[in-house]
Nanobody, 125 residues
Framework: QFELVESGGGLVQPGGSLRLSCKPSGFTFDNYAIGWFRQAPGKKREGVACISSSGYSSDYTASVKGRFTISRDNADNTVYLQMNNLESEDTAVYYC??????????????????WGQGTQVTVSS
């Protein structure tokens, strides 16, 4: 059974950093684009970043450009989201998702077939 597991969330002060990890269970990431999404209380789920299966292309929502970096290690079957200079507005449950494609990634949740359970990120002093 396909499953994704996120880790690395937690409580951090504004300006701090966290690194989220996403690992699959039951399949390998090689031919999958991976997206990171987040959902804050009372808000719609938002596509934060995505990375193509090769890792050569990525895309970010405007509010995290220059602060967040998505990367992947296909040998280790892991995708990371490095989050720096965190702001209170980044507080949300973060999800990773997988789409079987070798094309460029997109940040639309409707393109993704497999989802993790989410990890909470709270930015607060």
């Amino acid at each position: 059974q396909f499953e994704l597991v996120e880790s690395g969330g937690g409580l951090v002060q504004p300006g701090g950093s966290l690194r989220l990890s996403c690992k699959p269970s039951g399949f390998t990431f090689d031919n999958y684009a991976i997206g990171w999404f987040r959902q804050a209380p009372g808000k719609k789920r938002e596509g934060v970043a995505c990375i193509s299966s090769s890792g050569y292309s990525s895309d970010y929502t405007a509010s995290v450009k220059g602060r967040f970096t998505i990367s992947r290690d296909n040998a280790d079957n892991t995708v990371y989201l490095q989050m720096n200079n965190l702001e209170s507005e980044d507080t949300a449950v973060y999800y990773c998702a997988a789409e079987k494609t070798t094309s460029r990634c997109v940040r639309s949740e409707y393109e993704y077939d497999h989802w993790g359970q989410g990890t909470q990120v709270t930015v607060s002093s």
